[in-house]
């Protein structure tokens, strides 16, 4: 019964743990990118990254189809990869426990949107836990699983950024090997004549989880002063207490699927006046006002000025919104505020690719269409190099669409995608096959860093290595291409221009489909035994103060984040952050920049 300190993220990792749990897989994705890792440090429990959030779905389904206890674990537009698999297994169901733990981004502090995947949950008549603190993930886990085993069914556990990287005190408790469950002998397979069988299975099971949630323990009512009453779920109960203290009575929702409405509708008789305080979607809101019971809910924060739609909810949201109270801060001033955009690291081997690109970029006629990753940073300054990123994978799919109507409308524009390795493995093979099998002929750049980067270095099939650490034969992106029945295949060093620029020209002259792959390591990536030898390190970079014009021409064209500018010499300098690529050396105009010690 130790008390140990720990982020949501942690916690759900010690949570299945202590749940007897054997099998976790997930695809990284900020901000659920710490649970697989958390996990793998508990050797009871098996951990695996997945080349995407289907994948991993579909293997804890297995998992728990064979008795056992599984989990898989995405952010939040994770799950509309694995919506296939998530939205197919509630009707027929699973025999041993299976956790689902996706991590909402109320924000979107590092995802394309902020999707409410309370919605989801709705949407497929499957039981969702919310909880609001670390001590709150491990609880819930343990209650899912055995709820999941009791139904037959998958149970969602929604996280927020908050809850995931917030830490709060917990208790530890031994690990409680769990039983396997006896498997099911009627198969598990949804055909027509199935149907409606499996429907009224699901009707039933909904049911009697409703009636669970409107006497759980999840849910519960904290009476104070009864003039107003709050009904919140997740962390925004914390900051209703926070604010309101005792001055009101509270509805805590911790099983949110199905909500728990007779609840919701005794609790709301028994006060003046109903609040609702959720992030994002008014799931609860919209579903107690149809079911006659009255609230109050985003018009409140609309009057105060805010956007309850859309980003995180705070104290002094709250306080501003129901007390009139200004939260008093200290005001920046704009002279003292440094402009800091996002930017490629030091030595990052995309750099190069980008600087090419927008090169070709100013003297071809192109659409380049990106991807989700780290080189989503080639859209803006100093490369403005990508014209449109929508989902993982798109990249190839786009850009086979794109190419086969120019070339279908007579038009001598190209096509270009511009895809990761991680992201590449996740979806862009699919997109890859797609446009092979119907000979388009889009340039399909492949940025091959040897890693899933920008979610925290996560190992993927061409990294060389398990989640573990233990050394593995990566898969070649060229093989994978030739398989598909591609031949025109290059592999560049994205820190040699004139290759670079070289390759790309001959690419789009080409009436064919192009592969171009551009390899080299991510900077920060510590390299397997076969990487050191193949990509040793290089020299840093020198700036001779003498021969330097100060033309800013390096720090403009490649931002790179190892040079910087000396207000009173007016030269360029290079730092401690240098990484040794080179591509400053080949970009300054009069030869300033040389090679210094390794």
């Not at 709820?147 to 556990?157: D, H």
């Not at 402009?339 to 190069?352: D, I, N, S, T, V």
């Not at 004139?498 to 064919?512: F, G, N, P, T």
């Not at 490649?558 to 400053?584: F, H, M, R, W």
Request: with cysteine; aromatic share 8%; charged share 25%.
């Amino acid at each position: 019964m130790e008390k140990h300190f720990l982020t949501g993220n942690e916690a759900v990792a010690r949570g299945i743990y202590e749940a007897g749990a054997v099998f976790a897989s997930a695809y990284p994705g900020t901000p659920s990118s710490e649970i697989l890792k958390e996990v793998s440090q508990y050797q009871e429990v098996y951990a695996e990254w997945a080349t995407n959030e289907k994948v991993s779905l579909e293997a804890a389904i297995g998992v728990a189809n064979g008795g056992l206890r599984a989990m898989a674990a995405m952010k939040v537009v994770g799950l509309n990869v694995a919506a296939d698999p998530f939205m197919s297994i509630s009707l027929p169901g699973v025999d041993g426990g299976l956790l689902l733990v996706v991590c909402d981004e109320p924000g979107y502090y590092s995802s394309q949107d902020e999707q409410d995947n309370r919605i989801f949950a709705a949407f497929s008549n499957m039981p969702m836990f919310e909880p609001s603190t670390s001590q709150e993930v491990i609880d819930m886990i343990r209650d899912a699983y055995a709820l999941s085993e009791e139904f037959k069914t998958l149970v969602t556990l929604r996280m927020t950024g908050r809850v995931s990287h917030s830490k709060s005190v917990v208790t530890f408790q031994n690990r409680k090997e769990a039983q396997p469950v006896p498997i099911t002998k009627a198969p598990k397979v949804p055909l027509p004549a199935a149907m409606v069988k499996m429907i009224e299975n699901a009707k039933e099971r909904t049911a009697k989880l409703t009636e669970l949630s409107n006497s759980s323990k999840w849910n519960k009512a904290e009476y104070y002063d009864k003039k107003i009453g709050i009904v919140a779920s997740g962390l925004p109960y914390e900051y209703a207490k926070e604010v309101f203290g005792k001055n009101a009575s509270y509805l805590k929702i911790g099983f949110s699927y199905p909500l728990p409405l007779k609840l919701i509708e005794e609790f709301s008789k028994n006060v003046e006046k109903v609040i609702v305080i959720e992030e994002l979607s008014p799931y609860i809101e919209d579903s107690m006002k149809k079911s006659g019971i009255d609230c109050i809910g985003k018009e409140a924060f609309e009057k105060a000025g805010f956007d309850p739609y859309t980003g995180e909810y705070s104290v002094p949201m709250l306080k501003k919104t129901f007390l009139g109270e200004e939260v008093p801060f200290i005001p920046a001033k704009k002279e003292q505020l440094i402009p800091r955009p996002p930017a490629l690291c030091a030595g990052c081997p995309h750099r190069g690719t980008f600087y090419a690109l927008k090169k070709i970029k100013n003297e071809y006629d192109v659409l380049i269409h990106g991807d989700i990753g780290c080189y989503g940073l080639g859209a803006i300054g100093p490369f403005h190099a990508v014209d449109n990123v929508v989902c993982m994978g798109a990249s190839i799919s786009m850009a086979h669409g794109s190419q086969t109507a120019f070339d279908r409308a007579g038009m001598s524009k190209r096509s270009i995608a511009v895809i990761g390795d991680s992201t590449f493995y996740h979806t862009g093979i699919n997109s890859l096959m797609n446009a092979a099998y119907n000979q388009s002929r889009p340039v399909v750049c492949i940025l091959d860093n040897k890693t899933t980067a920008m979610t925290g270095h996560q190992e993927n099939p061409g990294s060389g290595r398990l989640i573990g650490g233990e050394e593995r034969e990566p898969f070649e992106l060229e093989e994978v291409c030739k398989s598909f029945g591609i031949h025109n295949i290059t592999v560049v060093d994205p820190t040699d221009l004139e290759e670079c620029d070289k390759v790309l020209r001959k690419a789009l002259d080409s009436k064919v489909l192009e592969v171009i792959i551009f390899r080299y390591p991510c900077a920060l990536k510590k390299l397997t035994t076969q990487e050191e030898k193949a990509f040793p390190k290089r020299a840093k970079a020198v700036v001779n103060q003498e021969a330097c014009i100060g033309c800013k021409v390096c720090l403009q064209s490649i931002g790179c984040p190892a040079l910087q500018y000396d207000e009173t010499s007016g030269k360029v300098q290079s730092n401690a952050a240098c990484d040794g690529c080179g591509i400053c050396i080949q970009v300054c105009p009069v030869g300033a920049i040389g090679k210094g010690e390794k």
